[in-house]
């Protein structure tokens, strides 16, 4: 199935994304910008994760709003984009606030993609960092999403470093109203599942010759809903849509993939919750649809990328088919 709409039919959400793809450079930064009053948690399943402020969304926590999410290139350098994105949001006045003014909540996590446009210390800064969220606050609600190589799947890639990965996006409207948006940055170990043919083909062939390469590998991925979550919520719905990303990729959530999946949630739609049983049903179609569309994403991110060759190698384009025929 061709993944259809974006993390912007979620009312409010907007991305942004600043990039470098010449010069050395193969990088760039995504900012997810949720309105004001979001609340928020994650989940990080990978083996080798690079992240920021993410104890902050635990749900025993002081604060459950989150003012924008960061997903950035240049592995743990690259986290310091979260510093740019924060000075923004204080600029909007976006924060938690405190005696003298507000302390931004922003998390952030990485994807290694170092030295992939063949200079190893051209990484995103802080300024790509605020560069990335002004944009995002720039766009109008239900702008579309660029995919592919932009923002911080420009460097990203798949199968042990051999295929091209990104940015991709997807959304599901469900009966009572709810909207459940995702954007992925895939940048994976594994590929997307195919046959059984083809992937023994794939293993014994390609991946035996990439072993030199370094697997250090990350997936990244902001789930979003107009429903109204609480923390403890949508810490249960980043789990669950875990299971999305275990779908679309083969293998996951191995010591050498960062795996994080972050929900936000608007609160303008009112889920059912007249019964402990309404409120139980809600909450699972809510969480499976979470899934679905992570997994759309994902497979989204990988058809929009585009083959790039720099000084560090080329990265080729990964043809599956999309349609539900290989892909399971």
């Known amino acids: 199935m061709v993944p259809m ?21 193969l990088s760039g930064v995504t900012v997810v910008l949720p309105p004001p009053g979001t609340v928020g948690s994650v989940d990080v399943r990978g083996g080798g994760p690079g992240t920021h402020e993410t104890d902050a969304l635990d749900p025993t926590t002081l604060v459950s709003t989150v003012d924008a999410v960061v997903l950035t290139g ?3 350098y690259g986290l310091v984009t979260a510093h740019g994105a924060q000075r923004w949001c204080e600029e909007q006045g976006r924060g938690f606030h405190v005696t003298g003014g507000v302390v931004p909540i922003v998390p952030a996590a990485a994807i290694f993609d170092l030295g992939r446009g063949g200079d190893f210390s051209a990484r995103p800064d802080a300024d790509m960092g605020y560069a990335a969220a002004a944009a995002a606050g720039a766009q109008k609600d239900g702008h579309d999403v ?20 990104g940015v991709g996006t997807a959304s599901v409207t469900l009966e009572n109203g709810a909207v459940v948006g995702a954007l992925a940055v895939v ?3 594994g590929i997307p599942f195919t ?8 293993e014994a062939g390609d991946f035996d010759k990439l072993n030199q390469r370094q697997q250090l590998n990350t997936t990244l991925v902001v789930v979003a809903t107009n429903a109204a979550l609480d923390v403890a919520e ?42 402990e049983a309404a409120r139980q049903v809600s909450l ?8 679905d569309v992570v997994r759309l994403a994902i497979l989204d991110g990988i058809s929009s990328a585009e083959a790039v060759t720099t000084a560090a190698g080329s990265f080729e384009v990964y043809r599956f088919d999309a ?6």
Do not use: M, Y
């Not at 660029?146 to 295929?163: C, D, H, L």
């Open 284 to 291: 699972i179609t809510l969480q499976s649809a979470a899934a």
């Open 74 to 76: 240049g592995s743990a």
């Open 5 to 25: 709409g974006a993390i912007t039919d979620v009312p409010g959400l907007r991305v942004g994304h600043q990039q470098k793809s010449d010069g050395g450079w």
């Open 187 to 189: 940048n994976a170990l």
């Open 195 to 202: 046959t059984q043919v083809e992937l023994a083909e794939t």
């Open 234 to 275: 949508c810490k249960r719905t980043a789990s669950a849509a875990h299971a999305g990303l275990a779908r679309a990729l083969n293998p996951s959530h191995t010591l050498a993939d960062g795996d994080s999946v972050f929900c936000l949630a608007t609160g303008e739609a009112t889920l059912d919750r007249s019964t």
């Open 146 to 165: 660029e995919r592919g190589n932009v923002g911080a799947g420009t460097g990203a890639v798949i199968g042990r470093g051999k295929f091209k990965g």
């Open 323 to 328: 349609s539900g025929g290989d892909v399971r």
